[in-house]
Antibody
Framework: EVQLVESGGGLVQPGGSLRLSCAAS????????MSWVRQAPGKGLEWVAN????????YYVDSVKGRFTISRDNAKNSLYLQMNSLRAEDTAVYYC??????????????WGRGTLVTVSS | SYVLTQPPSVSVAPGKTARITCGGN??????VHWYQQKPGQAPVLVIY???DRPSGIPERFSGSNSGNTATLTISRVEAGDEADYYC????????????FGGGTKLTVL
């Protein structure tokens, strides 16, 4: 079955760190760009970061630059998001998504169920 | 950054046609993609490249894009179509380049 399964979310204090993981199965993970997209409670979707197939290119939304790091392990079919210096405004459900990147077209054709990150003291 | 504007809510009676708009500067020159998100669930792609449907998406879902407005049309609306809908584009001159609209809550009366 083609799927993405996130893990690693939880409650963390402001200033703390968390590492999210996304396990991919049912498709050739190494052939796709991959993204993290988040959704704050009751809010809309916000793209956070993405990474090229071989990890050589990474892009971030301004609000997480310098604090979050996206990475991948193609041998393990896994995507990661290391989140440091967490803030209350980072509280959200974090989704792992598969990119369809055919410049200048870019969209997401497969999503995981998400993992909740709550930043609170 | 590029901005996509959606109405917060749209209401429609069962069996009628719902139209959800997505406004953006010269959006007709971009490819627009649409996602459906039901409560507590992950988003699902329902339209890509303005008007193409992924396999498994009913023909009742269609899209168009011209000028400054893209539109998702849902014909013969069913109760199960009640959800939030988001439009999305990729804009090479924007930062970030991936842009989502604010979302529209579709209510089936």
């Amino acid at each position: 079955e083609v799927q993405l399964v996130e893990s690693g979310g939880g409650l963390v204090q402001p200033g703390g760190s968390l590492r999210l993981s996304c396990a991919a199965s049912g498709f050739t993970f190494s052939s796709y760009w991959m993204s993290w997209v988040r959704q704050a409670p009751g809010k809309g979707l916000e793209w956070v970061a993405n990474i090229k197939q071989d990890g050589s290119e990474k892009y971030y939304v301004d609000s997480v630059k310098g604090r979050f790091t996206i990475s991948r392990d193609n041998a393990k079919n896994s995507l990661y998001l290391q989140m440091n210096s967490l803030r209350a405004e980072d509280t959200a459900v974090y989704y792992c998504a598969r990119d369809v990147a055919l410049w200048p077209h870019w969209y997401f054709d497969l999503w995981g169920r998400g993992t909740l990150v709550t930043v609170s003291s | 950054s590029y901005v996509l504007t959606q109405p917060p809510s749209v209401s429609v009676a069962p069996g009628k046609t719902a139209r959800i708009t997505c406004g953006g500067n010269n959006i007709g020159s971009k490819s627009v993609h649409w996602y459906q998100q039901k409560p507590g669930q992950a988003p699902v792609l329902v339209i890509y490249y303005d008007s193409d449907r992924p396999s498994g998406i009913p023909e009742r879902f269609s899209g168009s894009n011209s000028g400054n407005t893209a539109t998702l049309t849902i014909s013969r609306v069913e109760a199960g179509d009640e959800a939030d809908y988001y439009c999305q584009v990729w804009d090479s001159s924007s930062d970030p380049r991936v842009v989502f609209g604010g979302g529209t809550k579709l209510t089936v009366l």
